[in-house]
């Protein structure tokens, strides 16, 4: 005949032949250790009227998770469904939740450092674009300055050749002139001289005749040095250092060429027309002969002299 008893721990129904009655055994459901009772001598039992059950308060019950029935707060295994409430309800319990809440942490912390290297490196790669722009544009800045510089430079070294330019022709066009004139004034002068070698005062007669010609060859030389001073009417010293030695030249030329007319004609009147000899006049004319010719040779070595500041170089 069979034994049946429930286990004290979870309530868990068994049955065990009777031969193992007094045995040790193990609650197959929750392991709790078990002595299988004896089984007592059936006895009719008097019919008497059930118990009124007394209503256990709600403290000491709970509500099954999986049939609902009201079974004791202290048992682990349901006696309506068998199902194991503890087990269940540490499945259920927010420590079973941990490892995937721990997993998701660590999910999103390496998101997280992910995302804080990848902005790093954004960051990185921006500063480094930021610098390159910066180097690029100081560099064209530089390039457009040195451009600038180098056209600075060639502007001014235009200016400057095109104003040594100019000074070389406006001295070319005054060296020009200086030596125009001055062949001129040259060509003049021989002409004087010319002219006055090839006088004859032999035919003059009379002092009266004599002195008409004396007259003629002065206003030759007057008309002569007319003509040289309007030469040299626009050669100011400003423009022409030298015109001033020039114009010295000049004077002392026809200084002593009219001096030279003179005793000469003094000279012929005396000897001719007198009969007589005469040392000073002679040794005069002689002396105004030497300073016409002195004239026209420092009229020569001025001539030589540009009257020019300054040679400006032809590049």
């Not at 068998?82 to 259920?92: L, P, Q």
Request: hydrophobic share 35%; with cysteine.
């Amino acid at each position: 005949m069979d034994i049946t008893f429930n286990c004290d721990q979870c309530g868990q129904n068994i049955v065990i032949d009777e031969a193992g009655a007094g045995l040790a055994t193990e609650c197959p459901k929750c392991g709790q250790p078990l002595t299988v009772p004896r089984q007592e001598a059936q006895h009719p039992k008097p019919i008497t009227s059930p118990p009124a059950q007394v209503a256990a308060s709600p403290s000491e019950t709970k509500q099954c998770p999986f049939c609902a029935e009201t079974i004791k707060r202290e048992a682990k295994v349901c006696r309506f469904c068998g199902r194991d409430t503890v087990a269940e309800k540490s499945t259920r319990s927010p420590s079973n939740r941990s490892p995937l809440l721990w997993s998701l942490a660590i999910v999103i912390l390496a998101v997280a450092v992910l995302g804080i290297g990848l902005w790093d490196r954004h960051q990185a790669e921006q500063t480094k674009l930021a610098k390159q722009q910066v180097e690029q544009t100081k560099l064209a800045k530089q390039q457009v300055e040195r451009a600038k510089a180098e056209k600075q430079q060639a502007e001014k070294q235009k200016a400057e050749q095109e104003e040594n330019d100019r000074q070389y022709a406006e001295w070319k066009r005054k060296s020009d002139k200086w030596w125009s004139v001055t062949k001129k004034i040259e060509a003049r002068f021989d002409q004087l001289q010319q002219e006055y070698t090839t006088r004859d005062f032999s035919n003059c007669r009379s002092a009266h005749e004599l002195d008409q010609e004396e007259n003629r060859l002065l206003d030759k030389a007057r008309t002569a040095e007319t003509e040289i001073h309007d030469m040299m009417a626009d050669m100011s010293s400003a423009d022409f250092p030298g015109s001033f030695d020039l114009f010295k030249v000049v004077t002392e030329f026809f200084a002593h060429h009219r001096a030279m007319i003179g005793s000469d004609a003094t000279l012929f009147h005396t000897v001719v027309m007198l009969g007589r000899w005469d040392d000073d006049w002679e040794k005069k004319a002689h002396e105004e002969h030497l300073a016409c010719n002195k004239a026209m040779l420092a009229l020569i070595s001025v001539r030589g002299f540009s009257g020019l500041p300054f040679l400006p170089k032809k590049k």
